[in-house]
C-alpha cells in the first residue's frame, strides 16, 4: 500500500467525526484518540516486528508475548477492578492459555517455529483469550448480584467457598465461551475473519488462507476454553473474604 | 456452659460511615434456649442475626463457640454448628428432593430419608411429589421447605430470621411445634434465635426475649415477664404499638 494510499484511509476517520458531529454525539475527541493511538501503537508494532523477524531471536519474541499477556491482563482486569489480584490471576490465565496452545501448536509442527508465525499467532489467542477474562468476570459481577441468595443460602449450610460459588462459575464461564462457539459456527457465512482477508489481500491462495482460519478458529475454541476454566478456578476465592464471606456488592458504575 | 457468647458485638450502619448501627451487644445462648429477638424495623436485627451466623463482619467486639473465638474457627466449621435461615427462601434448582439433599451432597453425608420425610409432615409438606421442581412450589412452602433443608444440616444452633412470614396460621404453628420440639427433643445440646415481628408467635416459641433498640440490646430476660412487665419505656411503647396492630388487624 502507498503511503498515499495510506493517508487516504483517514477518509474514513472523517465520515466518523462528521457523523459524530452532525449527531452531536460528542465522540469527535474520542475519535481522534483512537485515530491516532491506532496509528501510532500499529506502526511501531510493525517497526519493531520488522526488527524481530529481521534478528529471529527468540528473547524479542519473549518479550514481545509478555508485553501482550500484560496489556491484556490490564485491560480484561479493569473489568473488575475492585477484586484485589485478579489482573495477576488474569496474566497467569494467558500465560498458560497461551503456553500450551503454543506448545501444541510448535510441538505438532503445525505452524513453523518462526517470529512470522508465533507473535501473530500468540496476538489471536492472547487478544481473543482476554476477550473471554473481560466476558467471565463481567457475569462474575452480576452472579454476585443475582445469585448472592443462593451462594449465601450455601455458605450457611456450612459449603466451602467452592462449593457455594459453583453454579455461579459454571454460568460464568458458559456465557464467557458462547460468543467464541457461535463465531465458529457463522464464520465463512456472516463474517470473513482479519487472518484469511489479510492474506487473500497480500495474495495468498484462498484455500491456503481458510485452511489457517479453519487453524485459527480451532485454537480459538480451545483456548476460550481453557482460559475460562483456568480463571475460574485460580480466581473464585477472591469474590470471598478470608473467612469466607461474601465481598460487598459495590455500587453500580 | 453456654453455646455461644456474644461479646459486645457493634457494627456500623455503612462500611464508610462511623455511625453505630448497634453497639456492645453482650449475650449467651444456652443449651435449650428459645430465643425470640424483636425490636424496631432498622434496629440490625437480621444484621445480627448474620453477624453471628459469619455472613457479615463484625465491627468491633467477637464472638465464642463453644468457648473458642470465632477467629479460631474454619467458617464452613462453624456455619455448621451455627446456620442462618433467611426470611426469603432460595430454592437451588431442580426438584424437592434435590433441595433436601443438599446438606448430604454439599457433607458427603448419607441422605437421612425417613428424617427429611418426617420433618416434611410435621410441616405439612408431607403430600408433596418430592420430584416436583422446588422453584415451582408457593412462598410458604418454599419457606418451609428451606426450614427443613437447614434441619437436616442438624446445627447446634439455628438462626431463624422470619421464617413464618408467608405461612397460613396453620403452617405457621407446625413449624413452631417442629422448632420446639427440635430443641427439646435432641440428643445433643441445641437452641434457636428467632426473629419475630408476631407477639402472639414470640410468646408461644420462647423462654427467652432479646429486644433490641437505640442501637443495642435494651432487654434481655425470660419471656413472661418481658411481655407482663417491660423494663424500658422504649419496650413498652414497642409493645404498645404490637397491640394496636392486633387490634387493628386481629
Wanted: proline share 4%; aromatic share 6%.
Amino acid at each position: 500500500m502507498s503511503n498515499m494510499a495510506l493517508i487516504c484511509t483517514l477518509c474514513f476517520v472523517a465520515v466518523a467525526a462528521f457523523i459524530s458531529m452532525k449527531q452531536k454525539l460528542g465522540l469527535e475527541k474520542e475519535i481522534l484518540i483512537g485515530t491516532l493511538r491506532s496509528a501510532v501503537q500499529l506502526l511501531f508494532i510493525g517497526y519493531v516486528l520488522h526488527f524481530v523477524f529481521g534478528t529471529s531471536n527468540p528473547f524479542f519474541i519473549l518479550i514481545i508475548i509478555t508485553g501482550m499477556i500484560l496489556v491484556a491482563a490490564w485491560n480484561a482486569g479493569a473489568k473488575a477492578k475492585h477484586i484485589s489480584g485478579i489482573r495477576l490471576r488474569i496474566a497467569i490465565t494467558l500465560a498458560c492459555t497461551e503456553g500450551v496452545t503454543m506448545g501444541i501448536l510448535l510441538g505438532l509442527g503445525i505452524i513453523a517455529p518462526t517470529p512470522q508465525y508465533i507473535i501473530p499467532v500468540s496476538g489471536i489467542i492472547i487478544g481473543s483469550s482476554m476477550i473471554v477474562c473481560g466476558l467471565l468476570l463481567n457475569r462474575m459481577k452480576r452472579e454476585m448480584e443475582t445469585a448472592r441468595g443462593e451462594i449465601e443460602m450455601l455458605l450457611a449450610l456450612g459449603a466451602t467457598e467452592k462449593q457455594a460459588i459453583h453454579s455461579s462459575l459454571r454460568r460464568s464461564v458458559r456465557a464467557s465461551m458462547i460468543p467464541t462457539i457461535d463465531g465458529m459456527k457463522t464464520v465463512g457465512l456472516v463474517q470473513l475473519p482479519g487472518m484469511m482477508t489479510g492474506m487473500i489481500v497480500a495474495g495468498a491462495d484462498p484455500i491456503e488462507a481458510v485452511r489457517y482460519q479453519i487453524l485459527i478458529m480451532f485454537v480459538l475454541a480451545s483456548s476460550a476454553a481453557m482460559t475460562a476454566m483456568i480463571l475460574s478456578l485460580i480466581s473464585y476465592k477472591l469474590w470471598f473474604t478470608k473467612d469466607a464471606r461474601l465481598l460487598p456488592v459495590l455500587p453500580a458504575d | 456452659m453456654s453455646l455461644l457468647q456474644l461479646n459486645k458485638v457493634s457494627k456500623y450502619k455503612f462500611d464508610e460511615e462511623k455511625e453505630w448501627l448497634f453497639r456492645d451487644i453482650t449475650a449467651d445462648i444456652s443449651p435449650e434456649d428459645h430465643i425470640v429477638l424483636i425490636g424496631g424495623s432498622g434496629q440490625g436485627k437480621s444484621t445480627l442475626l448474620r453477624i453471628i451466623a459469619r455472613l457479615e463482619r463484625l465491627d468491633d467486639g467477637g464472638i465464642c463457640l463453644e468457648g473458642k473465638a470465632s477467629k479460631e474457627w474454619k467458617p464452613q466449621s462453624w456455619r455448621k454448628k451455627v446456620s442462618y435461615v433467611a426470611q426469603k427462601p432460595v430454592m437451588l434448582t431442580g426438584s424437592i428432593k434435590n433441595n433436601l439433599r443438599t446438606v448430604s451432597l454439599l457433607h458427603d453425608r448419607p441422605f437421612e430419608e425417613e428424617l427429611a420425610r418426617r420433618y416434611m409432615e410435621a410441616v405439612g409438606l408431607g403430600q408433596l411429589d418430592w420430584g416436583k421442581n422446588a422453584v415451582d412450589l408457593s412462598g410458604g412452602e418454599q419457606q418451609r421447605l428451606a426450614l427443613i433443608r437447614s434441619l437436616m444440616l442438624n446445627p447446634d444452633i439455628l438462626l431463624l430470621d422470619e421464617i413464618t412470614s408467608s405461612l397460613d396460621p396453620g403452617s405457621k404453628h407446625a413449624v413452631e411445634q417442629l422448632l420446639l420440639e427440635w430443641v427439646s427433643e435432641a440428643s445433643s445440646p441445641k437452641a434457636y434465635l428467632w426473629i419475630t415481628h408476631d407477639v402472639e408467635q414470640a410468646r408461644a416459641i420462647s423462654n427467652q426475649v432479646w429486644f433490641m433498640a437505640e442501637g443495642c440490646l435494651l432487654e434481655k430476660g425470660e419471656t413472661t415477664a418481658f411481655f407482663e412487665h417491660p423494663n424500658t419505656k422504649q419496650a413498652k411503647q414497642f409493645m404498645s404499638g404490637l397491640q394496636t396492630e392486633v387490634v387493628k388487624h386481629p
